[in-house]
């Protein structure tokens, strides 16, 4: 099954930041597509605050 949430560590991972600049990335893009905290960010969520493609970020965090 696909992964659609995203968590500080693939951030990190797609990013090449530290982990405390992912979480933070992660905490501006929660708080743009207009969520409470603690809730989940998707890939499109994220995909539509950074810019990045979401087909590439799902290929990339969906690979084994």
Request: proline share 5%; net charge positive.
């Amino acid at each position: 099954m696909p992964r659609i949430c995203l968590y500080p560590k693939d951030v990190a991972t797609l990013t090449g930041r530290s982990y405390d600049a992912a979480k933070r990335l992660l905490r501006r893009a929660r708080q743009a597509a207009g969520k409470p905290q603690g809730a989940l960010v998707t890939v499109q969520d994220f995909c539509a605050y950074t810019g990045l493609d979401t087909v590439e970020v799902s290929a990339a965090l969906n690979r084994k």
